[in-house]
C-alpha cells in the first residue's frame, strides 16, 4: 500500500497557474505507477480521468486529455517522495477535483479502476 496526500488545490483565474504536490509514502519500493487524475463537477469516481503519470523509474506520461498536452507538466522530487503536478494556462474546464493515485507495478492502464490507493484529493476552480 502507498499512503498518498495532495495539496496545492485553490481558486484561480483563467489563464493562471497551480502547482500541486502529492506526498507519498509507505509500499514504495516495489515497481509502482502513480497518477493524476481529476474528476469533473457531477461526475462520479467512474469519471475520473488520467491527467498524468511517473513510474518508479521516472518515466512520465500524459493521460488521453487533449487539452492539457503542453500546459500541465508531472515531476517527481529527488528524494522519491514527492509527486507534482505543474498546470499552467488553468482554463475554466480544468476545475475539478484532483486526485493523486497509485498502480502496481507499472504504468500498464491509466484507468482508474485499475489504481488501488488514492489520496483525498484537492480541488482546483479556474474562475473565467
Known amino acids: 500500500e502507498i499512503r498518498l496526500m495532495e495539496s496545492g488545490g485553490g481558486s484561480v483565474q483563467a489563464g493562471g497557474s497551480l502547482k500541486l504536490a502529492c506526498v507519498y509514502s509507505?509500499?514504495?519500493?516495489?515497481?509502482?505507477?502513480l497518477g493524476w487524475f481529476r474528476q469533473a463537477p457531477g461526475k462520479g469516481r467512474e469519471g475520473r480521468e488520467a491527467?498524468?503519470?511517473?513510474?518508479?523509474?521516472?518515466?512520465?506520461?500524459?493521460g488521453y486529455i487533449d487539452s492539457v498536452q503542453g500546459r500541465f507538466t508531472v515531476s517527481r522530487d529527488s528524494a522519491k517522495t514527492t509527486l507534482y503536478l505543474r498546470m499552467d494556462s488553468l482554463k475554466p474546464e480544468d476545475t475539478a477535483m484532483y486526485y493523486c493515485?497509485?498502480?502496481?507495478?507499472?504504468?500498464?492502464?491509466?484507468?482508474?479502476?485499475?489504481?488501488?490507493?488514492w489520496g483525498q484529493g484537492t480541488q482546483v476552480t479556474v474562475s473565467s
Open positions: 493515485a497509485a498502480d502496481f507495478p507499472s504504468c500498464h492502464s491509466l484507468e482508474s479502476v485499475d489504481f488501488s490507493d
Open positions: 509507505g509500499d514504495i519500493h516495489r515497481n509502482y505507477c
Open positions: 491527467v498524468a503519470y511517473i513510474d518508479n523509474a521516472g518515466t512520465t506520461g500524459y
